[in-house]
Each structure stands twice: as structure tokens, then as C-alpha cells.
């Protein structure tokens, strides 16, 4: 491809001098770091070095001469430069750079930091002229009067050959200053007190016109592609027009690949939703329904959300729009989907909020929003492509301009800095760019696309999914992400005879298997981390064609209404350290799901030890789960340990969002899970500390013990490091109108269902030496947010009962927590509860009703000895007892000894 092309001819190099004055066109400006010190200024360690502007061509300019290690700071060296006043389709700068820090200390071996600069002339104006008078400037980003900004170099290797770099395309940037003047500045900064130098030389400005742009996709079709004889005929008789029309007949007309099946009888919720758009109406992000003006914006925000234009960008209503007239034929359905893709394309790039761009563009100083290119190529262009191909209203120059678009998100998406293979992002990426390479063979680089994308699939597979099944985000929402990107992109192997492994699809086995591990007995699956309640049967729909023969995954799927049930009722996720105890399938049947495992690689709230329950159909411990991401107290409560049901020491949070060795793991979580037909039980630790600090170093371990089916024992020990007092408070959020407090024993117990006296209900009895002291909070906002559930719509919330029980202690201490369900009707399966006496351990005694009781023992690893009852070395043991004092059935944790009676 041409460029034309305006040198300026720089070459940096700093000495401890200022600016060459033999040439005024070039200007320096200094500015300090921003972790500068008074003491550093007095000792004359500021940004002195001395730019020089070489003579001979190539102009080369060096920034160096501080043989010493004297200086330290940022150097600006720039020159006017009027922006042309029509933007070009693409706008790049480029140069060739060395960098050299003579501090070879691990891991302080860092050459100085490079960037490029496009600057206001007032903002320039306010960079210091000399060394000693320089201020404070935080690491180069965009802000007001910082037009543009790019990262050359970061604080890394040294660079001691010329090394060429160029800059993104800087059009976006560049809109609201056509004609104007700016200063394009190299910008460097050095941090360490040793040598340090740089030199610069061949900076350009290089542009690419619509035509040029025109052309060069048109040269990189593949002319020899099977049906593309018209095409090549006209590339080489030089007739442009007759080739952009040859191609966009050929796409138009050709039936392999073939396309996305399209709906043809849209269901009239469809049809609204088109009809919605024709209005440009939009419903995005669980947002109000949002009417917008045209021209379209399309960085409008009307919510002050940014995941609303996020929303917007990724053209879902497309979808709609085809549908809609794949079913009508309607002229206006067409009219729409041009007038939208076409004001989308020529708006392109355009920014989000403080931090994102949108759009197949890199810019510089804003993330780009690399997983929307991926949902637009997988999920939305191509089912709108194909729906309105034929239709009169796509006239070719649109096509022409959205088959352009294809490619340009394959470059973009091919980008190896625009590929996350260890998250959620990563499997839209590649997906996205599976789908593009299989869709566009004709491109020359589709072979290269295609391998590009099986490998990427592949490492997703590899970097986000443990051996139990668990996507590593440890969130149900993305799991299923990750999973149907996955499966979109089988599909599409499928239907266009492009291979992908064999394994492929047995290795996604599991993540379905992980649904119903995890499936709550109402079929929704537990909102953990940043997920909602979702649908187990919806992410899972593609259990019967995938793996008929899992007749155990269609019955967790259905709620038991088809299949198998499966060979296990209870599960553990070792790797996910999620412990799943159930006494059935079906909506009725009671569920616990226990969190121990890491903090997950993203999307993580602060929730380790945390419980949900649900029983008689009804979810009775919740959790904050997700709420709209933006920078509310209502954001920060859903993320903190406060949403969750587990324990707080000294009113303070648990923190592993700074312990990144907390996030994955590497060996599945030692749970000691125990399952059979009369017990299941688990157990994990925190220890991380709590605050912000991590300073509040007190140890939470927490047991939990099915007695199946009755109900569930949940023993806290806390261990701190010193003998200070400390308060703990165990959370309990129930999802309930109201909640009552015995006052002589601190239960706390809500109903289910409004009714009379014996309706179903559910129960928390606390158990220590101490009493606690309990509280109920709901709908509180000061001093802190507390006592709320997410509806799943922006912006609103509903007040819930949590209960608050608290204690303070010195030492370690234990206090426990028996979880009763109540069945309509029936009675509770513990009459009453107290803490007794036992030598070397924690012991509770529930009493059941008609006179039999259960003996709970939370051991320390060595022996214990509850009087009258057992004597146990395990961590955890249970003794059934009858009415007539017979042991009816027993527990040990981890195979540890329990001998009963004695004493």
C-alpha cells in the first residue's frame, strides 16, 4: 500500500544541557515524575539532560551525556504541526528509536519509557521551559489537551539497534482538529538514578486516502478463488468500478459457504423489537426502553452507564431487522439495517466512557473493546448480511463497505495484543475471527486467519477451563460465555466443512457437566461472582444433539421431568472448590452450594466460605450477586464480603483482589469432601486477612455438614495470630419479606410462603460457648450499604432481611449454625440446640423430634472426648442417637477415628 508520506527528521540524544538553539524548530519541555521527591529536586536529580540535533540525514537527536545518573524525569521534544484538513482514513507516525539504562539489577534492567504525543499548544504552553522549573506529570495518557497518546517503549529492555515503530491509526483522535495546530511530541522518561539515553531519528507522518484503502482490499482478494472470474478480469483491465461490482455480486450470489440459517416466520416479539429499532428505540444493558436521535451517536450514554453504548455497538437489533424482513420483505427493515451500518463504519472509532474505544481501532490511551469485534463477527454482522444480501436497498457500495469491515476486524482482531486467551474475552475473539476466516475464504489471508483462530480456540480451551470443568472466572454467566463461543464456533465448522480438532467437543463435555453440578432444584443456576440467576436448561440446550447418551445431564437439565437421574446427588468441584450437597433433582428437593476454592482469574467478589441454600423451591440464602458495572455503593456492595453469606472480623472484608497467587490454582482444593447416602461434608480456610490492608490476620475456617435430609451444620472456627480482642460477625442475606428474632435463643426464622402457623419456613440457630448478639438489617444505605438484592435491572434494588450474628473473642473461637428447612406442615428437624461439654474440641447437641438426638463434635486433629458420647481425633464427627440412647448412624471427617459411647 502507498502512503504519502511528510518527514520531520528527528533524532534525539540527552546530555545534560538544554535544547540546541541553532534549531528553533524543534522545542523541548520538561516535566517531573510523579513519585518525585523534595530531597531528589535538592540533590539536582530533574530532567537536565541535553537534547542534540544531529546534521547529518538521517537527523538523529540524543538524548544522553549523564554518565553519572544525575537526572531523572520526562523530556518532551516536539515541533508544530498543522493537522490536514481533511482526515485521511488513516493517520500514522513513525520512527526508529534506541533506549539504554546502565542498571542491569534485577528486575530494575529497564530502559527508559518512549511515547508519542500529539498536544494542544495551550497545553504545551504549560510544560516547563527549563529543567528546574518542572512540575509534576503523571505517566503519559490522554487528559484535556493531550490530544493523542501512544506508548513506543515501556520501562524494559534496552534497544541498542535502531528499532522501527509505528504509531496506531491516530484519525479518531484527530476529528475535532482538522487544520488546527498541535505540537507532535516524542516524549521519554527515565526513573533510574544511572546512566540513561536515548536517540530518535525518521519520524513521519504517513496518511491512506478512502481510495487507497478502496484498492488495497480489492488487491488482497485472492482472484484465482473459485467464481471470481468477472472480478479478476477487471483488477487487470484496471476497471475498479467493474471489480467492486463483480465482488459484490459474487458474495451476493454464492452459496459456498453457506450463510446463517435466517428466520423466516419471526415471532411477533421479533417484529416489535425490529419495529422498536425503526423507532430507534433501544433496550440495552437491562435499561429502560431509550429513544434516540438521528444521527445516531453512536458513544451516546443516556444512562451514565457505560455498558449501555458497549451494548449498543454490538448491533444486536441487526438480527432483528433481518428477521423481521426475511419475514415481511419490508423495504423499511432494509432501509434501516443500511442507514445503521452505514453511520456506524464512517463514525468509527469512537470512545466509551473515561476508559474504552469501540470499534475495529486501536487508539491510543483507551482500551479496546476487542470482545464486541467478536461478538459483531459471530454473533450479529453476518445473520444481517446474509438476511439483507438481496435486498434492493443494500445497494453495492454499502456491501462493498461492510465486506471492507469483515477484513478490517480480522486485522484487528489478529493483533496478538488484542487476543485474551485467559479470559472470557478471549473465546469472542477468537470465535470472532473463526467465523470471519471461514466466511471469507476468497481473502488471500484466510488460511492464515483460520490457523490463527483453531490455535486461539484451543488455548482457551487450555488456559481457561480446569480439569473439573470450571472456567476459571469461577462465574456461571461467563462459563456459559466461554462454552457457547466455543460450540458457535463447532457449529460453523459444521456447517462449512472447516475442521477443527476431534477433541474439541469432548473436551466441552465437562463444562456442561459443570452446569449440573451446580444446577439449584427451582433450574436456575446460582448467581456467584458476577453472574445472575441464570438458567440451567438454557446452558445446557445443547446437551441432547451434543451427547445424547448423557441421558444424567438431560435429567439435571429438565429438573428430573426426563432422563437418568445422575449417579451422584451431591458434587464437588475440586478445582472450583465448590461443594454441592442436594437431597434430590427435582423443584422441592433441599440445596446447599459451599464456596472454598480461589478468588477466580476475573469478575471475583470478595465471598470465599460463602453459602446459597434453597429449599422448598424457594432460595432462602442469597447473595448479592451481579449489579450494573459501573462505580456505585451499589457496585462496591455486590463486590464486597458484606453481599455474602461468610464471616467479617473487626467489621473488615476479606481481600484477595491484591493477592493475584489467590486467583487460580494449580492442584484442585483440599475440601476433605465426604459424600453418601446419610452425610455429605466439606470444609475450607481464609486466611488472607481482612481490611485493606490485609492487616486483621485472623484465620476463618468453616465447616459444613449435611445431615441429609434434615438439615445443615455450619461450624466457624476463628484463629487470630495474637491475643487481641477481636468481633466477628457471620452474614446470613435471606431472601424473605421479614425476619423474626427469638430473643432467648437467638434463631432467626423466616417464612417461605405467607400462611398460617406450620407453613413452611427456615431457621438459623446459632450455637457457641457465647451467645451472640443478632441483628437484623434491611434496606440500610448508611453507614454502609447492607440488606439488598439486585433485580437484575440497572439501577434498582430490593431491601432483604440479613442477619447479623456477633461475638467477640481472644483466642481462637468457635461458634456454629444449624440450618433448618420446615416442609408445610411439618415440623422443624431440631427441636432445640445447645453447646456442651467435651474435652479437646467444640461440641453441640441437637435434639429431634420424638426424643432422639444428634452430638456434632469439631475437632483439632488430636483426640477429643465428648462425655457419655465418643471420643474422635477426626476434624469433624457426628453421633445419631435414638430416643432410647441407641447410635443409629455415624460421621468422621477425613477417615478419622470415632469411637462412640464412653467417656
Given at each position: 500500500?502507498?502512503?504519502?508520506?511528510?518527514?520531520?527528521?528527528l533524532?534525539?540524544?540527552?546530555?545534560?544541557?538544554?535544547?540546541?538553539a541553532?534549531?528553533?524548530?524543534?522545542?523541548?519541555?520538561?516535566?517531573?515524575?510523579?513519585?518525585?521527591?523534595?530531597?531528589?529536586?535538592?540533590?539536582?536529580?530533574?530532567?537536565?539532560?541535553?537534547?542534540?540535533?544531529?546534521?547529518?540525514?538521517?537527523?538523529?537527536?540524543?538524548?544522553?551525556?549523564?554518565?553519572?545518573?544525575?537526572?531523572?524525569?520526562?523530556?518532551?521534544?516536539?515541533?508544530?504541526?498543522?493537522?490536514?484538513?481533511?482526515?485521511?482514513?488513516?493517520?500514522?507516525?513513525?520512527?526508529?528509536?534506541?533506549?539504554?539504562?546502565?542498571?542491569?539489577?534485577?528486575?530494575y534492567?529497564?530502559?527508559?519509557?518512549?511515547?508519542?504525543?500529539?498536544?494542544?499548544?495551550?497545553?504545551?504552553?504549560?510544560?516547563?521551559?527549563?529543567p528546574e522549573?518542572?512540575?509534576?506529570?503523571?505517566?503519559?495518557?490522554?487528559?484535556?489537551?493531550?490530544?493523542?497518546?501512544?506508548?513506543?517503549?515501556?520501562?524494559?529492555?534496552?534497544?541498542?539497534?535502531?528499532?522501527?515503530?509505528?504509531?496506531?491509526?491516530?484519525?479518531?483522535?484527530?476529528?475535532?482538529?482538522?487544520?488546527?495546530?498541535l505540537?507532535?511530541?516524542?516524549?521519554?522518561?527515565a526513573?533510574?538514578?544511572?546512566?540513561?539515553?536515548?536517540?530518535?531519528?525518521?519520524?513521519?507522518?504517513?496518511?491512506?486516502?478512502?481510495?487507497?484503502?478502496?484498492?488495497?482490499?480489492?488487491?488482497?482478494?485472492?482472484?484465482?478463488?473459485?467464481?471470481?472470474?468477472?472480478?479478476?478480469?477487471?483488477?487487470?483491465?484496471?476497471?475498479?468500478?467493474?471489480?467492486?461490482?463483480?465482488?459484490?455480486?459474487?458474495?451476493?450470489?454464492?452459496?459456498?459457504?453457506?450463510?446463517p440459517?435466517?428466520?423466516?416466520?419471526?415471532?411477533?416479539?421479533?417484529?416489535?423489537?425490529?419495529?422498536?429499532?425503526?423507532?430507534?428505540?433501544?433496550?440495552?444493558?437491562?435499561?429502560?426502553?431509550?429513544?434516540?436521535e438521528?444521527?445516531?451517536?453512536?458513544?451516546?450514554?443516556?444512562?451514565?452507564?457505560?455498558?449501555?453504548?458497549?451494548?449498543?455497538?454490538?448491533?444486536?437489533?441487526?438480527?432483528?431487522?433481518?428477521?423481521?424482513?426475511?419475514?415481511?420483505?419490508?423495504?423499511?427493515?432494509?432501509r434501516?439495517?443500511?442507514?445503521?451500518?452505514?453511520?456506524?463504519?464512517?463514525?468509527?472509532?469512537?470512545?466509551?466512557?473515561?476508559?474504552?474505544?469501540?470499534?475495529?481501532?486501536?487508539?491510543?490511551?483507551?482500551?479496546?473493546?476487542?470482545?464486541?469485534?467478536?461478538?459483531?463477527?459471530?454473533?450479529?454482522?453476518?445473520?444481517?448480511?446474509?438476511?439483507?444480501?438481496?435486498?434492493?436497498?443494500?445497494?453495492?457500495?454499502?456491501?462493498?463497505?461492510?465486506?471492507?469491515?469483515?477484513?478490517?476486524?480480522?486485522?484487528?482482531?489478529?493483533?496478538?495484543?488484542?487476543?485474551?486467551?485467559?479470559n472470557?474475552?478471549?473465546?469472542?475473539?477468537?470465535?470472532?475471527?473463526?467465523?470471519?476466516?471461514?466466511?471469507?475464504?476468497?481473502?488471500?489471508?484466510?488460511?492464515?486467519?483460520?490457523?490463527?483462530?483453531?490455535?486461539?480456540?484451543?488455548?482457551?480451551?487450555?488456559?481457561?477451563?480446569?480439569?473439573?470443568?470450571?472456567?476459571?472466572?469461577?462465574?456461571?454467566?461467563?462459563?456459559?460465555?466461554?462454552?457457547?463461543?466455543l460450540?458457535?464456533?463447532?457449529?460453523?465448522?459444521?456447517?462449512?466443512?472447516?475442521?477443527?480438532?476431534?477433541?474439541?467437543?469432548?473436551?466441552?463435555?465437562?463444562?456442561?457437566?459443570?452446569?449440573?453440578?451446580?444446577?439449584?432444584?427451582?433450574?436456575?443456576?446460582?448467581?456467584?461472582?458476577?453472574?445472575?440467576?441464570?438458567?440451567?436448561?438454557?446452558?445446557?440446550?445443547?446437551?441432547?444433539?451434543?451427547?445424547?447418551?448423557?441421558?444424567?445431564?438431560?435429567?439435571?437439565?429438565?429438573?428430573?421431568?426426563?432422563?437418568?437421574?445422575?449417579?451422584?446427588?451431591?458434587?464437588?468441584l475440586?478445582?472450583?472448590?465448590?461443594?454441592?450437597?442436594?437431597?434430590?433433582?427435582?423443584?422441592?428437593?433441599?440445596?446447599?452450594?459451599?464456596?472454598?476454592?480461589?478468588?477466580?482469574?476475573?469478575?471475583?467478589?470478595?465471598?470465599?466460605?460463602?453459602?446459597?441454600?434453597?429449599?422448598?423451591?424457594?432460595?432462602?440464602?442469597?447473595?448479592?450477586?451481579?449489579?450494573?458495572?459501573?462505580?456505585?455503593?451499589?457496585?462496591?456492595?455486590?463486590?464486597?464480603?458484606?453481599?455474602?453469606?461468610?464471616?467479617?472480623?473487626?467489621?473488615?472484608?476479606?481481600?484477595?483482589?491484591?493477592?493475584?497467587e489467590?486467583?487460580?490454582?494449580?492442584?484442585?482444593?483440599?475440601?476433605?469432601?465426604?459424600?453418601?447416602?446419610?452425610?455429605?461434608?466439606?470444609?475450607?480456610?481464609?486466611?488472607?486477612?481482612?481490611?485493606?490492608?490485609?492487616?486483621?490476620?485472623?484465620?476463618?475456617?468453616?465447616?459444613?455438614?449435611?445431615?441429609?435430609?434434615?438439615?445443615?451444620?455450619?461450624c466457624?472456627?476463628?484463629?487470630?495470630?495474637?491475643?487481641?480482642e477481636?468481633?466477628?460477625?457471620?452474614?446470613?442475606?435471606?431472601?424473605a419479606?421479614?425476619?423474626?428474632?427469638?430473643?432467648?435463643?437467638?434463631?432467626?426464622?423466616?417464612?417461605?410462603?405467607?400462611?398460617?402457623?406450620?407453613?413452611?419456613g427456615?431457621?438459623?440457630?446459632?450455637?457457641?460457648?457465647?451467645?451472640?448478639?443478632?441483628?437484623?438489617?434491611?434496606?440500610?444505605?448508611?453507614?454502609?450499604?447492607?440488606?439488598?438484592?439486585?433485580?437484575?435491572?440497572?439501577?434498582?434494588?430490593?431491601?432483604?432481611?440479613?442477619?447479623?450474628?456477633?461475638?467477640?473473642?481472644?483466642?481462637?473461637?468457635?461458634?456454629?449454625f444449624?440450618?433448618l428447612?420446615?416442609?408445610?406442615?411439618?415440623d422443624?428437624?431440631?427441636?432445640?440446640?445447645?453447646?456442651?461439654?467435651?474435652?479437646?474440641?467444640?461440641?453441640?447437641?441437637?435434639?429431634?423430634?420424638?426424643?432422639?438426638?444428634?452430638?456434632?463434635?469439631?475437632?483439632?486433629?488430636?483426640?477429643?472426648?465428648?462425655?457419655?458420647?465418643?471420643?474422635?481425633?477426626?476434624?469433624?464427627?457426628?453421633v445419631?442417637?435414638?430416643?432410647?440412647?441407641?447410635?443409629?448412624?455415624?460421621?468422621?471427617?477425613?477417615?478419622?477415628?470415632?469411637?462412640?459411647?464412653?467417656?
Amino acid at each position: 500500500m502507498s502512503r504519502r508520506s511528510v518527514t520531520l527528521c528527528l533524532l534525539l540524544v540527552a546530555t545534560a544541557l538544554a535544547a540546541d538553539a541553532d534549531d528553533p524548530a524543534w522545542e523541548v519541555r520538561f516535566a517531573e515524575l510523579p513519585d518525585q521527591t523534595d530531597e531528589w529536586t535538592a540533590a539536582g536529580r530533574i530532567p537536565g539532560w541535553q537534547v542534540t540535533v544531529g546534521e547529518d540525514a538521517p537527523t538523529e537527536v540524543r538524548i544522553g551525556g549523564d554518565e553519572a545518573g544525575a537526572f531523572r524525569g520526562t523530556l518532551l521534544i516536539g515541533r508544530r504541526w498543522t493537522v490536514p484538513d481533511i482526515i485521511p482514513a488513516e493517520l500514522h507516525v513513525s520512527l526508529e528509536y534506541e533506549t539504554y539504562c546502565a542498571s542491569d539489577d534485577a528486575p530494575y534492567e529497564r530502559s527508559g519509557e518512549l511515547s508519542l504525543a500529539l498536544i494542544t499548544p495551550e497545553r504545551w504552553e504549560q510544560f516547563a521551559a527549563e529543567p528546574e522549573a518542572a512540575g509534576p506529570w503523571a505517566r503519559p495518557r490522554q487528559e484535556e489537551g493531550i490530544v493523542a497518546i501512544a506508548r513506543a517503549h515501556a520501562n524494559r529492555e534496552d534497544v541498542l539497534n535502531w528499532r522501527p515503530w509505528e504509531s496506531p491509526n491516530l484519525r479518531s483522535s484527530l476529528r475535532d482538529y482538522a487544520g488546527e495546530e498541535l505540537v507532535l511530541a516524542i516524549v521519554w522518561s527515565a526513573y533510574h538514578f544511572v546512566e540513561e539515553w536515548a536517540a530518535f531519528r525518521s519520524v513521519e507522518v504517513s496518511s491512506v486516502s478512502e481510495e487507497q484503502l478502496e484498492r488495497a482490499f480489492l488487491e488482497r482478494v485472492d482472484a484465482d478463488y473459485s467464481g471470481l472470474q468477472a472480478f479478476k478480469a477487471a483488477m487487470v483491465a484496471e476497471d475498479l468500478e467493474a471489480a467492486k461490482l463483480a465482488l459484490v455480486e459474487h458474495f451476493r450470489t454464492r452459496t459456498d459457504p453457506p450463510g446463517p440459517p435466517i428466520a423466516t416466520s419471526a415471532s411477533a416479539r421479533t417484529i416489535d423489537r425490529a419495529d422498536e429499532t425503526l423507532a430507534r428505540t433501544y433496550r440495552l444493558a437491562s435499561c429502560p426502553p431509550t429513544t434516540l436521535e438521528w444521527p445516531i451517536r453512536w458513544n451516546e450514554d443516556p444512562h451514565n452507564y457505560d455498558q449501555w453504548p458497549i451494548a449498543l455497538n454490538r448491533h444486536s437489533e441487526w438480527k432483528w431487522l433481518g428477521e423481521a424482513y426475511a419475514t415481511t420483505g419490508d423495504a423499511k427493515y432494509a432501509r434501516e439495517f443500511v442507514a445503521l451500518l452505514n453511520s456506524w463504519i464512517d463514525a468509527m472509532p469512537v470512545s466509551i466512557g473515561a476508559r474504552y474505544v469501540e470499534g475495529p481501532y486501536a487508539v491510543p490511551g483507551r482500551t479496546p473493546l476487542t470482545l464486541d469485534a467478536g461478538i459483531r463477527m459471530a454473533q450479529t454482522w453476518w445473520q444481517a448480511y446474509y438476511a439483507f444480501r438481496e435486498a434492493p436497498e443494500f445497494d453495492p457500495a454499502s456491501q462493498l463497505l461492510m465486506l471492507q469491515s469483515f477484513v478490517q476486524h480480522a486485522d484487528y482482531l489478529m493483533r496478538e495484543e488484542h487476543f485474551h486467551v485467559e479470559n472470557n474475552w478471549g473465546s469472542m475473539e477468537a470465535n470472532g475471527l473463526f467465523h470471519i476466516a471461514a466466511m471469507l475464504p476468497e481473502m488471500r489471508e484466510s488460511n492464515l486467519w483460520l490457523d490463527t483462530a483453531r490455535e486461539r480456540l484451543v488455548g482457551c480451551l487450555d488456559a481457561q477451563v480446569y480439569p473439573d470443568g470450571a472456567q476459571k472466572e469461577l462465574t456461571p454467566g461467563y462459563h456459559r460465555v466461554t462454552l457457547g463461543n466455543l460450540l458457535s464456533s463447532l457449529e460453523l465448522a459444521r456447517r462449512t466443512g472447516v475442521e477443527l480438532p476431534d477433541d474439541m467437543l469432548a473436551r466441552l463435555e465437562g463444562m456442561f457437566e459443570y452446569f449440573a453440578a451446580i444446577a439449584m432444584p427451582d433450574g436456575r443456576t446460582p448467581a456467584l461472582n458476577d453472574a445472575g440467576w441464570g438458567r440451567a436448561a438454557s446452558s445446557m440446550t445443547e446437551v441432547p444433539e451434543l451427547f445424547p447418551e448423557r441421558r444424567d445431564l438431560l435429567y439435571a437439565m429438565t429438573q428430573g421431568r426426563t432422563g437418568v437421574a445422575p449417579e451422584r446427588t451431591s458434587w464437588h468441584l475440586p478445582w472450583a472448590g465448590w461443594s454441592i450437597m442436594r437431597t434430590g433433582w427435582t423443584p422441592q428437593d433441599r440445596y446447599l452450594l459451599f464456596e472454598s476454592g480461589p478468588f477466580g482469574r476475573a469478575h471475583q467478589h470478595e465471598d470465599k466460605l460463602g453459602i446459597i441454600c434453597q429449599v422448598a423451591g424457594k432460595t432462602v440464602l442469597t447473595e448479592g450477586g451481579t449489579y450494573s458495572y459501573d462505580r456505585s455503593d451499589w457496585r462496591r456492595y455486590v463486590l464486597s464480603t458484606r453481599a455474602h453469606n461468610t464471616v467479617m472480623v473487626d467489621g473488615r472484608e476479606q481481600n484477595r483482589r491484591p493477592l493475584r497467587e489467590t486467583w487460580v490454582t494449580d492442584a484442585p482444593t483440599d475440601a476433605h469432601w465426604f459424600s453418601d447416602d446419610a452425610f455429605d461434608y466439606a470444609r475450607g480456610i481464609y486466611d488472607a486477612g481482612y481490611g485493606p490492608e490485609n492487616a486483621v490476620r485472623v484465620a476463618h475456617e468453616r465447616q459444613v455438614l449435611f445431615v441429609k435430609p434434615e438439615y445443615w451444620i455450619i461450624c466457624d472456627r476463628m484463629t487470630p495470630e495474637d491475643d487481641a480482642e477481636y468481633t466477628c460477625e457471620a452474614l446470613f442475606h435471606l431472601d424473605a419479606e421479614a425476619a423474626e428474632v427469638d430473643p432467648e435463643t437467638g434463631a432467626v426464622t423466616v417464612a417461605l410462603r405467607a400462611g398460617a402457623p406450620g407453613d413452611a419456613g427456615f431457621r438459623i440457630v446459632p450455637v457457641g460457648s457465647v451467645a451472640p448478639q443478632v441483628e437484623i438489617v434491611q434496606g440500610q444505605t448508611e453507614p454502609e450499604v447492607q440488606g439488598w438484592l439486585p433485580t437484575g435491572r440497572h439501577n434498582e434494588l430490593r431491601a432483604i432481611p440479613t442477619a447479623i450474628f456477633r461475638w467477640r473473642a481472644t483466642g481462637p473461637t468457635t461458634m456454629a449454625f444449624l440450618l433448618l428447612p420446615r416442609d408445610a406442615g411439618g415440623d422443624w428437624p431440631v427441636t432445640a440446640a445447645r453447646a456442651i461439654e467435651a474435652q479437646g474440641a467444640f461440641a453441640l447437641e441437637a435434639e429431634r423430634p420424638g426424643g432422639g438426638r444428634d452430638v456434632f463434635v469439631r475437632g483439632t486433629g488430636e483426640s477429643a472426648t465428648v462425655p457419655g458420647v465418643c471420643e474422635t481425633d477426626a476434624e469433624a464427627a457426628l453421633v445419631r442417637l435414638s430416643a432410647d440412647g441407641d447410635v443409629t448412624s455415624t460421621f468422621s471427617s477425613g477417615g478419622g477415628k470415632l469411637e462412640v459411647g464412653g467417656g
